[in-house]
């Protein structure tokens, strides 16, 4: 057992047992920036890119078939995608009950909307672009400042031969191209807040980008296959970057329109440096060990048999299942859908309960989510991840907890009678009062039987599938106007014993508020102000 199934163990219990540095309270005045700072670098301003309206969201979440047939990326594609998943797209100024609302107003602590989801709206994933000869630039390393829109040109010089040398053989999407998109995350942006639990909420993060490219691309016919596997030390030399400062989380090589052209492996490096607004930088003793464990072999891609030992088993065909309904159609575009995305926060009403159909499209979506293609590629039928169903006001059904089949489209129970108080007992914040919700859904994985399978690397993983999850199920909420709100801070052990996942293996890792919000809800219009 590798330093991973440690860290791994000591997430459960963390409801009952502090993470170490327990008494960690964060430096709100010297806290870093959502974004790295690269003074001097020359930006190049991107375009907004068009959105086709018939590019709908199931069409994206691979519940329908997209309206045309696969194609490359260009320039406004690119951008396009990058502004409606990491671009800043509005601002957060609605009365909510999270811990943060005094602040909102004020400019300097402003909350800015974004597509894609972050623990803590803290965005640590910094997205760079590598671009080759076949591209509309020219050739380079580039990193998109999102404040910008815009992307900052940090080396000059095709080094995508570095990009595919470190992807090694058999790496997922196109045969050939120059072009790749590659995902690290500044550990600091999100550690001086959650500390040791850090790396658990940053893995996640790499999750709902890669979820949110998945389904703006596929919804345009075009493809996202991301690879977590890969040399890491040799990209982040590549970036100029430490190790443990800040980790290379996946690569997404895309298909490009024209003819890519493949450069040799030159061995440069960048030389710009981001400059750290925080005068103090602390490093925390887990985030480190879970850096150092999971680049450790960091090239050794599993195979599919592999991956296909940690599956989930179905649940077990019971007499008293529950049959759903077809679900909702997601119709919205998915442009539309991610600028509509937020977290209720305290906002759901119970006197309007969720409708069985909603409910299996939110379920629909997140099994759609939780196979992530790439280098998971030829494991498809081999499910990763189970999802419960805690229902508090859900019509046609009776409160209490299931477990979801897929297959056959249908809720076996696990518990009866109403499971609000559970919930809430078992909830660490304030900020939700998850009764008021129509329904819990409770991602679970074989975290431990993920990394006995594949390595320290599974964790990572394990973090990108639950990650992927939630931003499906925050998307397709907003698509058919449905709030919705995740959350971890939960007591993982409560629900294992609440759910009979003792003899099972499988690990909940968050949890996710479903249901209609009270009519009108109190905002302002900064757009008009």
Request: charged letters at 20%; glycine letters at 10%.
């Amino acid at each position: 057992m590798g330093y991973a199934h440690d860290y791994a163990a000591a997430i459960m219990r963390r409801g009952r047992v502090p993470m170490p540095p327990a008494d960690h309270v964060p430096n709100w005045a010297d806290a870093p920036r959502k974004t790295k700072f690269y003074p001097g670098a020359d930006r190049l301003p991107l375009p907004d890119g068009d959105y086709p309206a018939e590019a709908a969201l199931d069409a994206g979440l691979g519940l329908a078939e997209p309206p045309v047939e696969a194609g490359p990326f260009d320039l406004p594609a690119l951008s396009g995608m990058l502004r409606d998943s990491y671009g800043l797209t509005g601002r957060r100024l609605g009365v909510q009950a999270n811990t943060d609302l005094s602040a909102l107003p004020s400019y300097p602590l402003a909350n800015w909307s974004r597509g894609t989801a972050s623990g803590g709206g803290l965005y640590p994933v910094s997205v760079y672009w590598v671009s080759g000869a076949s591209g509309p630039v020219a050739p380079g390393v580039h990193y998109y400042a999102t404040r910008h829109h815009a992307m900052q040109r940090l080396l000059t010089g095709d080094v995508t031969g570095e990009v595919r040398a470190a992807l090694g053989q058999g790496a997922p999407g196109p045969d050939l191209t120059d072009q790749y998109l590659v995902l690290g995350v500044k550990y600091w942006q999100n550690a001086f807040k959650y500390n040791s639990f850090s790396f658990h909420a940053v893995s996640m993060d790499i999750g709902t980008v890669l979820q949110t490219w998945r389904m703006w691309a596929r919804a345009r016919g075009l493809e996202i296959e991301p690879a977590l596997w890969f040399d890491e030390e040799r990209l982040a030399r590549l970036l100029c970057v430490r190790s443990v400062e800040e980790g290379v989380f996946a690569v997404v090589p895309l298909r490009w329109k024209g003819t890519p052209k493949a450069a040799a492996p030159v061995g440069a490096s960048v030389r710009r440096f981001d400059v750290e607004r925080s005068r103090t930088v602390l490093t925390f003793e887990a985030v480190a060990g879970m850096q150092a464990a999971t680049s450790r072999r960091a090239a050794d891609r599993p195979t599919a048999a592999a991956l296909a030992q940690a599956a989930v088993e179905p649940p077990r065909a019971e007499s008293d299942e529950v049959r759903l309904p077809a679900p909702r159609p997601l119709h919205a575009d998915v442009r539309t859908a991610l600028r509509h995305r937020r977290s209720s926060f305290g906002r759901f009403d119970a006197q309007r309960p969720l409708s069985l159909d909603q409910l299996t499209a939110c379920l629909a979506a997140a099994t759609s989510a939780s196979r992530l293609g790439g280098d998971t590629r030829g494991a498809e039928d081999a499910s990763l991840a189970r999802l419960y169903v805690f229902a508090n006001h859900v019509e046609g059904l009776a409160p209490g907890s299931y477990a979801y089949d897929p297959d056959a489209g249908a809720l076996r129970p696990v518990k009866e009678g109403r499971p609000g108080a559970f919930l809430q007992q078992n909830y660490f914040l304030a900020n939700y009062n998850l009764e008021q919700a129509g329904a819990v859904l409770v991602p679970a994985m074989r975290t431990t039987a993920v990394l006995d399978a594949v390595g320290d690397r599974g964790y990572r993983l394990v973090g990108a599938t639950i990650g992927a999850v939630s931003q499906a199920v925050y998307t397709a909420s907003a698509a058919m106007d449905l709030g919705c709100g995740v959350a971890l801070g939960f007591d993982n052990i409560s629900y294992i014993e609440e759910l009979g996942l003792d003899g099972t293996g499988e690990s909940p890792l968050l949890i996710m508020l479903i249901g209609n919000e009270r009519p009108v809800p109190a905002d302002f219009r900064y757009e008009i102000a």
